[in-house]
């Protein structure tokens, strides 16, 4: 499975941006997927998940009721609505799975600079 993910940009902070992960290969639908991201000099973080399904979804503390992750399982795409953006936000972001044992090969990332 490929992933490409796009959707990235300079925002100021308070706004938004909805980020894509497109995947290529037939297991995407049924595998948990998460939205990670890496700031510099710190290690990547998962900050959203969503079950297969996407009926379950969950989210680091510092984004709960800021984000909100979808997946398309019939276009093999999964989102990341990111509203109320802060300096803190600002990170390569990232999609795969969200079992360590069965990451796909990591895409190139989407970078996102929040200003203040």
């Known amino acids: 499975v490929q992933l490409v993910e796009s959707g990235g940009g300079l925002v100021q902070a308070g706004g938004s941006l909805r980020l894509s992960c497109a995947a290529s290969?037939?297991?995407?639908?049924?595998?948990?997927m998460g939205w990670y991201r890496q700031a510099p000099g710190k290690q990547r973080e998962l900050v959203a998940a969503?079950?297969?399904?996407?009926?379950?979804?969950n989210y680091a503390d510092s984004v709960k009721g800021r984000f909100t992750i979808s997946r398309d399982n019939a276009k093999n795409t999964m989102y990341l609505q990111m509203n109320s953006l802060k300096p803190k936000d600002t990170a390569v972001y990232y999609c795969n799975t969200v079992r360590s044992s069965s990451w796909y090969r990591w895409g190139q990332g989407t970078q996102v600079t929040v200003s203040s």
């Open positions: 290969g037939s297991t995407f639908s049924i595998n948990a």
């Open positions: 969503i079950t297969s399904s996407g009926g379950t979804t």
